[in-house]
């Protein structure tokens, strides 16, 4: 079945500094979502890319999907200790009813 | 904001024990899901539904669990036999279409602790 593989697994940052996760799929994606979870939350959806080589912003917040669309990237600029959590990217696949599939995650620590 | 509701927030079972899981989407959505997150791992699917049947199943989602949508609100989960290994969290959400601009809305999930 599809797979979606998610780098690194650990960040941990100083406060101001950036933070990247990749996101890489072995197939063609439809398009790709991105959630933050924050410890003991849920899955919170943050944005969607569905066109090739798309950039889209979200005040910090930087989401690239690739020319091919088989990967895509979360760069966060200046973190901020709000922005603890775990960053999963998921895959809607596109022949089936909705279902996603997530990445292993991106667990953000962030020390003041 | 309109929101997924779950409950109860956490279940403790015996195993071997059956356990409802409730879940009330969002009242105009029509696509339903369930996942589940076992303590530091991932979020999988295990089953989405639609139009009061089950549009697809992973390999998770075997003959110990169903789901049912009884009314015209509440959409549940229902693990007849629970094992050790079913210990984890449990996530509904649900759409409004399913189409590839879909966004799923997440409930605040039940922890199911089997012991």
């Known amino acids: 079945g599809q797979q979606v593989m998610q780098i690194p697994q650990y960040q941990h940052v100083q406060e101001g500094e950036d933070f990247t996760t990749y996101c890489n799929s072995s197939t063609t994606l439809s398009n790709i979502q991105w959630y933050k979870q924050r410890p003991g939350g849920h899955p919170v959806f943050l944005i969607q890319l569905v066109k090739s080589g798309e950039v889209k912003k979200q005040k910090r917040l930087t989401f690239q999907f690739g020319e091919a669309k088989k990967n895509s990237s979360l760069h966060i600029t200046a973190t901020q200790t709000t922005d603890v959590g775990t960053y999963f990217c998921a895959a809607h696949g596109g022949t089936s009813y909705g279902k996603l599939t997530f990445g292993q995650g991106t667990i953000l620590t962030v020390h003041p | ?115």
């Open chain 2, 1 to 115: 904001e309109p929101e997924v509701t779950q409950t109860p927030s956490h279940q403790v079972t015996q195993m071997g024990q059956e356990v409802i899981l409730r879940c009330v989407p969002i009242s105009n959505h029509l696509y339903f899901y369930w996942y589940r997150q076992i303590l530091g791992q991932k979020v999988e699917f295990l089953v989405s539904f639609y139009n009061n049947e089950i549009s697809e199943k992973s390999e998770i989602f075997d003959d110990q669990f169903s789901v049912e949508r009884p009314d015209g609100s509440n959409f549940t989960l229902k693990i007849r036999s629970t094992k050790l290994e079913d210990s984890a969290m449990y996530f509904c959400a649900s759409s409004a279409a399913v189409l590839a601009k879909n966004i799923q809305y997440f409930g605040a999930g039940t922890r199911l602790s089997v012991l």
